[in-house]
């Protein structure tokens, strides 16, 4: 059954550094989504990615945060000096797209638990 | 603002039914959803409801009122498996579906 992947699964960064969080989407889905979750807090939307581009992001996605979809596989979510609050499980999601049978179920990767020092 | 609730926790007999309820207020609305998550993995999708109405799927159910910003998700048939946090969300507009804190369910023997 095809998934969505994601790596690195743990990363631990200093405060400060750059991290790049890896993600392959189902092959033939379209929108693209990133969430993270601070542990034992709820799954907070960051993000979402359709035709090449941002199409809403939240207060929490500031100027640190970036996504790229370089290629036609990987969509990537750049944090560029991490802190301390940085620190969750941060999940990649797609999703099919918007056809009359979908529902807008989104298919989540198995998360990259970022720990920041 | 963008408002769900559901209670954080409830506990339940295995082979019992249990019937966890959110309630949401949210500046737009395109459909709900209901996600299981065990502890330290992804959520996993459940049901999906935009029209008011029970949708039934085996032993979970989930029912939506539109004009009250209401759900339930009914499980049947409780199994120890089925301990794990249940997500309540909906998809407020074109491409944001926000989740609410999610209610941790307890299955004992």
């Known amino acids: 059954e095809p998934e969505v992947t994601q790596t690195p699964s743990h990363q631990v960064t200093q405060m400060g550094q750059e991290v790049i969080l890896r993600c392959v989407p189902i092959?033939?889905?379209?929108?693209f989504y990133w969430y993270r979750q601070i542990l034992g807090q709820k799954v907070e939307f960051l993000v979402s990615?359709?035709?090449?581009?941002?199409?809403?992001k939240s207060e929490i996605f500031d100027d640190q945060f970036s996504v790229e979809r370089p290629d036609g596989s990987n969509f990537t979510l750049k944090i560029r000096s991490t802190k301390l609050e940085d620190s969750a499980m941060y999940f990649c999601?797609?999703?099919?797209?918007?056809?009359?049978?979908?529902?807008?179920?989104?298919?989540f990767g198995e998360g990259s638990r970022l720990t920041v020092l | 603002g963008q408002n769900i609730d559901q209670p954080t926790e409830m506990t339940a007999t295995e082979g019992a039914i249990v019937q966890i309820n959110c309630t949401y207020q949210?500046?737009?609305?395109?459909?709900l959803f209901w996600y299981q998550q065990h502890a330290g993995e992804a959520p996993t999708f459940l049901s999906y409801?935009?029209?008011?109405g029970l949708e039934e799927k085996g032993r979970f159910s989930s029912f939506l009122s539109r004009s009250k910003g209401y759900s339930y998700l009914l499980l049947k048939e409780l199994q120890m498996k089925d301990s794990a946090s249940y997500l309540c969300?909906?998809?407020?507009?074109?491409?944001?579906?926000?989740f609410g804190a999610g209610t941790r369910l307890f299955v004992k023997a």
């Open positions: 092959s033939n889905h379209l929108y």
């Open positions: 999601a797609s999703e099919t797209g918007r056809y009359i049978a979908n529902t807008g179920e989104l298919f």
């Open positions: 409801n935009v029209l008011d």
């Open positions: 969300a909906v998809l407020t507009g074109g491409f944001k579906t926000i």
């Open positions: 949210t500046s737009g609305f395109n459909g």
């Open positions: 990615f359709y035709n090449n581009e941002i199409s809403e």
